[in-house]
């Protein structure tokens, strides 16, 4: 009975006893360290990046979500005057399109995106490529929404374009709109227009880019 204990102790024990385990061991932890250690490092560069005040400086971002994570390799972004798409890993590829001819902006939200916290908005162009162009899954839908609407109506005001100029140059089906879309005539909140200063014979300076963190 003793030696019966003793050998099942032995035995449990033996993984640990083996000097070849504690290597597999050591290497496995060396890996996660220098794993954390490369993901800290491209996010402090993506931040910076982020902050560096260039005119490419993003104003808002976001990936196509599965599941509420951002596990696909869809890529949204907005600068100063464009909104990309970027898809792909090996074979990637890059649209874009100019903020002030986007048409109208419509939000969806079915039943499993509300549950993992996404949705869907799609753009309306105005663009003879990119008519049509769906942001799915993506982290806060409504503010995203709002946020697109006052910087696409500061691009129209900063570039000297009504809505109806927009709507008269586009050849495209508005049957979805049922009435209810931006037409560029809406007061933009928060927004003076940009006019020139009275006496001063030239325009107003143009005011800051909104970044999406600055949205109520």
Not at 28 to 54: C, H, P, Q, W, Y
Request: aromatic content about 8%; proline content about 5%; overall charge neutral.
């Amino acid at each position: 009975m003793i030696r019966f204990a003793a050998e099942e102790a032995a035995a449990s024990t033996g993984f640990f006893s083996d000097g070849k385990n504690w290597i597999y061991i050591g290497f496995g932890v060396l890996f996660l360290v220098i794993l954390i250690l490369l993901i800290a490092v491209l996010a402090s560069r993506s931040k910076k990046k982020r902050n560096a005040g260039t005119p490419a400086e993003e104003l808002w971002h976001d990936r196509k979500r599965i599941l509420g994570l951002p596990l696909s390799l869809t890529r949204y972004w907005i600068d100063h005057d464009r909104f990309y798409i970027k898809t792909g890993l090996f074979n990637r590829e890059i649209n874009e399109i100019l903020l002030y001819r986007i048409l109208d902006i419509q939000s969806k939200r079915n039943f499993g995106q509300i549950l993992c916290g996404v949705g869907t908005i799609t753009l309306f162009s105005a663009d003879q490529s990119n008519r049509t162009i769906k942001v799915e899954n993506i982290r806060k839908p409504t503010k995203v929404h709002r946020f697109l609407s006052e910087v696409v109506e500061r691009e129209r005001i900063e570039h000297g374009i009504a809505g109806r100029e927009m709507y008269g140059s586009a050849s495209i089906d508005m049957d979805h709109v049922d009435g209810a879309c931006d037409t560029g005539e809406h007061e933009l909140h928060n927004v003076p227009p940009v006019t020139p200063q009275a006496g001063s014979g030239q325009a107003a300076t143009p005011p800051p880019p909104l970044h999406f963190d600055d949205m109520k």
